[in-house]
């Protein structure tokens, strides 16, 4: 295998030189990393999706954007060479989906790199959080299946919340001689974290957010996703197959929500472009479309949180007769369907989110709702590139300023390396989870 990759490989580099740059898995295995509700700093611009992906074929038309970064996953390989590798892992016989060409690209650091990861001696690499949450527990669990492959150990620490305590973090794993930091610390931080590790001379790897400076630039290695074009994408499969399961209705009848923390910049930048799709495809309606905020709930990232919202919003609005949702998370979706349920409005209302973890569990047990479809990055996948590159930098193969150097977007210092979410429906989720795990598996031995 070892040989055809890098034979495949050797194929990319000469394709480029030529065209001159011509989550959850299904059944139990579920986890995705898109429900990040931390605070974050947002990509200069959102991406398109990958031609080969659900989410520019089933249905959801990319909006158009203007001013892009290079898309995620391209760089100097070419789609059909990127698609021959993969190929080449999972088979003629499984779908390709758009995040898994996002694993391939034309430079190091990716999981593709022909290295022998067991010719070293095994790395210790840690996970240092402020906090844990189901984002961060996720990637951890995905990271935990490719220590046998890619020959490492993990350790996983969290703060807390205490940014001394995370600075004391890393200062005590450099002590005791890691070999490399997976990074999620709290945005006010950002600066002090890279100062120290940098001093400690112990790479690392941001993510889940990219950090930038005042002018926008990306400053470290950093994996993520475009939250702007996930919005976009919910809003406009929702704008697109609200038809087939509402009808043929007035849309003077139609209410629209964006389900959001509004102190959670990922979560804001998600439902406002979700808000800009809609005033797009119906001009003169911007007043239909309303923010639910679950700023004032305790907890606030909660399904019960949107519950309460969507619940005293709707009853509160008893001339709207149909509603069109898209939330920034799964668990705000979730308790958006359990409130429109409370109320008998279910068979009137359609819900796409991002995040899918929570959607999985009840399509394994048997729902068939008004919560439709979301967008979502399968954990295992997304961790996978994040973890390439931080074997490239413990290796030397790569500096910070050199790794994924043909994604990096005009303008930027260090990559932010932008993971391509999928589309799934209650009709493809089960496909998708069965290609997911063919991957996974591959790097799991």
């Not at 931080?390 to 150097?405: E, I, K, M, V, Y």
Request: include cysteine; glycine fraction near 8%; charge should be negative.
């Amino acid at each position: 295998m070892k040989k055809i990759l890098c034979i495949l490989l050797t194929l990319v580099i000469l394709l480029s030189l030529v065209a001159c740059g011509g989550s959850n898995s299904g059944g139990n295995n579920s986890g995705n990393s898109n429900d990040n509700n931390g605070g974050s700093q947002p990509s200069n611009s959102p991406s398109n999706a990958a031609p080969n992906s659900p989410a520019a074929t089933s249905g959801a038309s990319p909006p158009a954007q203007g001013n892009e970064p290079v898309p995620p996953g391209e760089g100097t390989a070419s789609a059909a060479s990127k698609e021959e590798i993969i190929r080449g892992i999972i088979g003629n016989d499984t779908d390709i989906y758009g995040e898994f060409l996002t694993l391939v690209g034309g430079d190091v650091g990716f999981v593709t790199d022909d290295v022998d990861h067991h010719a070293r001696n095994t790395y210790h690499f840690a996970f240092v959080g402020s906090s844990s949450s189901a984002a961060t527990k996720n990637l951890l669990n995905g990271l935990v299946k490719y220590q046998n492959y890619f020959n490492f150990q993990l350790d996983e620490s969290y703060s807390d919340g205490d940014n001394d305590r995370y600075i004391t973090l890393l200062e005590t794993y450099a002590l005791h001689d890691i070999d490399g930091f997976f990074l999620n610390a709290d945005i006010n931080i950002f600066a002090r974290v890279t100062e120290v590790a940098d001093e400690l001379g112990v790479p690392y790897v941001f993510m889940l957010t990219p950090f930038r400076n005042s002018q926008g630039q990306s400053m470290v290695p950093a994996i993520g996703e475009d939250d702007a074009f996930d919005g976009a994408i919910v809003m406009t499969w929702l704008l697109d197959n609200y038809v087939r399961v509402l009808g043929d209705i007035n849309m003077d009848d139609v209410g629209v929500l964006g389900l959001h923390y509004s102190t959670s910049i990922p979560m804001r930048i998600r439902m406002e472009a979700a808000r800009d799709v809609w005033n797009a495809r119906f001009p003169g309606r911007e007043d239909q479309f309303y923010f639910i905020d679950t700023a004032a709930q305790t907890p606030p990232i909660a399904p019960e949180a949107s519950f309460n919202e969507v619940a005293a919003f709707v009853s509160s609005r008893p001339d709207v007769k149909y509603w069109i949702i898209g939330s920034a998370t799964g668990m705000f979706a979730n308790g958006a369907a359990r409130a429109l349920e409370s109320l008998s409005l279910d068979k009137n209302a359609i819900i796409c989110s991002v995040g899918i973890e929570e959607l999985i569990n009840e399509w394994n047990a048997g729902y068939d709702g008004c919560w439709a479809a979301c967008v979502s990055i399968n954990a295992n996948i997304y961790c996978m590139p994040m973890l390439a590159g931080l074997l490239a930098l413990a290796d030397g193969r790569a500096t910070p300023q050199t790794l994924w150097s043909d994604l990096r977007a005009p303008g930027d210092i260090a990559t932010y390396y932008i993971m391509e979410a999928t589309l799934i429906t209650r009709d493809t989720y089960l496909d998708y989870g069965k290609a997911c795990e063919v991957i996974i598996n591959h790097f799991s031995g």
